[in-house]
């Protein structure tokens, strides 16, 4: 029951079948998959989603699925599905009536890349693929290397040799081909790139990337679903390439073409960190014009340089309202603690830049104070502990007797201790 018609080119519209390529032979635009809404019409109902798996396979219709008939089926981890949940007290701490965080620290390799990987992975195979590879700068790695292992497919992840310590062993546990690259992570993607030529293998985010970018849509099905079936009033979604962003956005139109949802009015809006925000730089000059940045920042998830839907995320965030906006690491730093200490929830930098941003348009009266609001949350906390070790540890610490914990006891602030609220320089 696959309704994918095919692959189109994003600018000119040109169609090709189903193979693994990712752009057009007329101009070199982006292809991204087609479906047939008309034909899911009816047939794609809220119950029929809600009677499907706790994954994002629940969505499998608006996937790009292999066929019934296709004894390979799924590579599924269980990615997806993960909590939506009320977010009162960082609200209050920046302002928000109604605010709601998607955490996505919850899958199974701990980010939001397992979406993807486990749709490009099921595409690989249905293509015929035995070798998949990816260009990364972490938790891709770590997400390819899970997946791949549990497919029984070889794999070869690229990263730049610089990542932090815990995202190289963590995906070297897998037993993948791990090679570090002594380059950002544009070096990296560029390699990939050429050795997408020689190699037969499905490079996730380059010739299987139109598969892969889909699996970003389950993150605005579900935001939609657990609202009840409703849209929020605003996203706000961190952005490396700007994929993630671009694909919410398209979740929620094809949510209303199909009748799923009422056509409310939504706002994306982009986070980048200021040590890598050639995206949030080309909004502020309204110049349009993306300039590639060498990265420098604490969110490494995030460090993309010259982002391959930069133009794409900057219409969506024209298109409904939105903003884009930038942090310093300090600011990264201060969100991570944030948003631990308000809801429970430790993110990784990508996180930190997600509040760090949410909190910065809530001042700038970019974001309505009482309207609904999601903030993607889409890194584990423990992958990046690097960038908050200097500035924690133990509260204090005593020798084990009476006498000296009733002397900590009393420097103990009562209750919760208080949200930092540094204020940017
Ligand atoms: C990859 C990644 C993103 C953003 O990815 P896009 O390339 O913009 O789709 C956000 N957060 C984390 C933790 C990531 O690993
Ligand atoms: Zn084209």
Redesign the pocket.
Known sequence: MSFVEGLR?R????RVPVAAVHV?E????PLEVVYDYDAMRGRVTREAVAAGPESIWRYAPLLPEPPASDPAGRVDLGAGWTPLVPAPRLGAAVGLRDLWLKNDTLNPSYSFKDRVVSVALTAARALGFDTVACASTGNLAHSVAAHAAQAGMRSFVFVPADLEQAKILATAVYGPNLVAVKGTYDDVNRLCGELAGEHDWAFVNVNVRPFYAEGSKTLGFEIAEQLGWRLPDHVVAPMASGSMLVKIDKAFSELVTLGLVDDVAWRVSGAQASGCSPIATAFKDRTGRLRPVRPDTVAKSLAIGDPADGYYALDAVHRTGGAVEDVDDREIVDGIRLLARTEGVFAETAGGVTVAVLRKLVRQGRIDPGGRTVAVVSGQGLKTLDATADLLGPTFTIGASLDEFGAALSLAAPGPRPVPRSEPA
Do not use: I, K, R
Request: aromatic fraction near 20%; charge should be negative; hydrophobic fraction near 20%.
């Open positions: 080119c600018e000119c519209g040109t057009c007329w101009c070199f635009g």
